[in-house]
Structures are given as C-alpha cells and as structure tokens.
C-alpha cells in the first residue's frame, strides 16, 4: 500500500522514532535521552557553530549547540557532550575574516546515545557525518563458513560469500547498529555492534529452522491430531487455501520506508515533490508528494515527504528519486552493490534524497 503523508505527521512519527517526544510543559525529556557528545571539526579553518533544535520546545537552553572551534594538530573542532536528541538547524561560519562568507549551512538529526563526528567543508559547503564499516562472518552448526546469509542494518545489507562465510557493509553511521543475519530456512540472528565506540566483529551462528510436520506412523501417515469418538480430529482448522492456524505465522510483515527530497546544495535545504520508485521487484511501488484521495481531489506536500510500506523484509530493494529538470538519484548509489534491506529489527527507515538542480 502506498500513501502520502503529510510533514506534521512525519515530524510526530520522527520524534517517537528516533528520539520520543519533550514534555513541552515540564521541559524535562519524556522517552526522549541524549546523545553522548556530538563533534564538529575541520583541518581548514577556524570556525564558530550555532544550531538550534527546530521543535517548540520549552527547555531552550538544552536544545542549541552554540561555540567556537579550538585548535588541536591542526584540526579546528567543537565538541558538545550531553546533547538533547531531536533535529539541529543552524550555520557554521569561519572566524577568519577572509572566509566569513564561506558560512555552511547545517542540519543534523541527534539521536540519543551516539557518539557522531562530522566534519566540515568550507570549499564545498558540505557537512558529513564521519562513517564507519563492520565485516561479518556466518557460520552453521558446525562452524563451517556459510554463504547466502543476507546482513543488514541501517537500511544497508551485504551478502557473505560461499568461500569464506565473510562479508562488510560501508557507509554506515558511527553509532550503536543492531544488525539481523537472514537466509532462508535458518533462524534469524541479531547482533548489536557500537561503531562509535569499541567496535567488536559479528558472528552469527546459523541454526536451520526445523518444521514440526507431526509425528509419521508406520505407514508414513502423518500425524495431524487425535480423533475422539465421534471422528473428529484435534488438528488445528483449516481455512479456504488448505492452510492451517498458524500456518502462516513466519509470513512476512510488512515494512515502511519514509522518504524526503531536497535540492543539493540550497541553503536553507529546499524541498522537492519528487517520485520515489522502487525499481528491483517491478510492481510498480512508488509515492510521491502528490496524490489524489479516493474523492478525486488533489493534495500536495511542501514538505517533499512520502512514504511507501508493505515492503517484504528481507528482499532487495532500490529506489530512484526523479524531479523535473533534476538528475535522477538512487539508493543505493548507482555504484553500489549491495540493496537496501528492511528487517523486523528496523522495520521503518528513513531516507533523505539530495537531487543536483539547475
């Protein structure tokens, strides 16, 4: 099911998502914690920071990160510890005269818990979050190297090879990721790894699934159920397909992927009515800012957002981002190999697309 989704109801989701919510009449967090500290730094120059959050929030005080930088080896940074999770928009400027005019526009979404470095650049105008890699390594019962095992976290997968049961996601956020191992006919893994800290490598343990399918008499009749008296079995019912209660307790659910479209590099950011298409399964999944209810009337999204759900964990998935007189966008990157995978430990992500524009 595809549906379009307005910005107050994004913003709402995002919150509970990824940060919880303030309680806006005591100022204190409610289900909403704080990142460990988050860094800005740059070998090019020295600067001065002041985002807010772009939330009403009571607790002002808590909700900037306002500083100078301070030099160490040649590296300009601001470090701020304690931070209150939710989305910071702001500017950092250089303090050098020359390059007052090279100021960056900044907005970052703070999530509680993470250690995040980004750094800065003041020829480009960009900010980006420092990333990191993990590799991976499956094995079955025996401890023999397992391929085929799919590997996923943060809306990013690898697959591990036949050879050496091995594989490595890149661009991931330096953050504390729980990653799900999958591969069909085995037990889902989990493994929680701080990229932000001490990393440690996964290794998942592969058990296959057994099917309890009853107990066969000697004749290799299956056992479905004792039968009383009267000939009726104890069995669980069957519905219209033949299937019985329960049968499809290991159907997927599905999940949701939000998306937003912006103009690379406008300053402040400004949204794109876009359409996301997924382009791996052919069914036509796609949303876009625009939709038309069932009454025939049309409604548009400033805000660039939509979001497509009913994704079927564990498949490979694509998307493209287009925009009249844009160049298209993918997620992956074109030059990526490996698809993004929704997983029932992430079952809603979210994805920013930055298309470049006259």
Request: negative net charge.
């Given at each position: 099911m595809i549906k379009f989704v307005f910005y107050g109801f994004i913003t709402a989701a995002l919150c509970v998502a990824l940060t919880g919510c303030k309680d806006k009449v005591s100022?204190?967090?409610?289900?909403?914690?704080?990142?460990?500290?988050?860094?800005?730094q740059t070998p090019q120059t020295s600067f001065g920071l002041n985002i807010k959050q772009d939330e009403d929030l009571t607790d002002n005080a808590a909700a900037v990160m306002v500083g100078d930088s301070t030099e160490t080896n040649g590296i300009h940074s601001i470090v701020f510890t304690d931070v209150l999770a939710g989305t910071y928009i702001g500017f950092a400027s250089p303090t050098n005269v020359n390059d007052v005019f090279k100021r960056i526009p900044v907005?970052?979404?703070?999530?509680?818990?993470?250690?995040?470095?980004?750094?800065?650049?003041?020829?480009?105008?960009?900010?980006?979050?420092?990333?990191?890699?993990?590799?991976?390594?499956?094995?079955?019962?025996?401890?023999?190297?397992?391929?085929?095992?799919?590997?996923?976290g943060q809306g990013l997968s690898c697959t591990t090879s036949?050879?050496?049961?091995?594989?490595?996601?890149?661009?991931?956020?330096?953050?504390?990721?729980?990653?799900?191992?999958?591969?069909?006919?085995?037990?889902?893994?989990?493994?929680?790894?701080?990229?932000?800290?001490?990393?440690?490598?996964?290794?998942?343990?592969?058990?296959?699934?057994?099917?309890?399918?009853?107990?066969?008499?000697?004749?290799?009749?299956?056992?479905?159920?004792?039968?009383?008296?009267?000939?009726?079995?104890?069995?669980?019912?069957?519905?219209?397909?033949?299937?019985?209660?329960?049968?499809?307790?290991?159907?997927?659910?599905?999940?949701?992927?939000?998306?937003?479209?912006?103009?690379?590099?406008?300053?402040?950011?400004?949204?794109?009515?876009?359409?996301?298409?997924?382009?791996?399964?052919?069914?036509?999944?796609?949303?876009?800012?625009?939709?038309?209810?069932?009454?025939?009337?049309?409604?548009?999204?400033?805000?660039?957002?939509?979001?497509?759900?009913?994704?079927?964990f564990g498949v490979s998935l694509r998307f493209t981002a287009a925009y009249t007189g844009c160049t298209t966008a993918s997620w992956p990157s074109s030059g990526s190999a490996d698809p993004v995978v929704i997983m029932p430990a992430e079952p809603r992500l979210v994805h920013e697309f930055a298309l470049s524009c006259p």
């Open positions: 100022g204190e967090p409610s289900g909403r914690d704080r990142a460990v500290s988050v860094t800005f907005e970052i979404v703070v999530k509680y818990g993470e250690v995040a470095v980004y750094d800065l650049d003041f020829e480009t105008g960009t900010v980006t979050p420092q990333k990191c890699s993990e590799t991976f390594s499956a094995v079955d019962s025996d401890g023999n190297p397992l391929g085929g095992v799919v590997i996923s036949d050879e050496t049961g091995a594989c490595t996601i890149n661009n991931l956020v330096c953050d504390e990721v729980t990653f799900t191992a999958h591969k069909d006919d085995y037990g889902d893994q989990t493994c929680t790894v701080d990229l932000a800290g001490d990393p440690s490598s996964c290794t998942f343990t592969m058990t296959p699934v057994q099917t309890d399918g009853g107990v066969q008499d000697d004749a290799g009749q299956t056992d479905g159920g004792v039968q009383d008296d009267a000939g009726q079995s104890d069995a669980p019912p069957q519905d219209d397909a033949g299937q019985t209660d329960g049968s499809n307790s290991d159907a997927p659910t599905p999940g949701t992927i939000v998306f937003k479209c912006v103009k690379a590099g406008s300053s402040p950011l400004q949204p794109l009515q876009c359409t996301v298409t997924e382009v791996n399964l052919g069914t036509n999944l796609h949303c876009s800012p625009t939709t038309t209810d069932n009454d025939g009337g049309v409604h548009v999204n400033p805000y660039g957002v939509c979001e497509i759900d009913g994704l079927t």
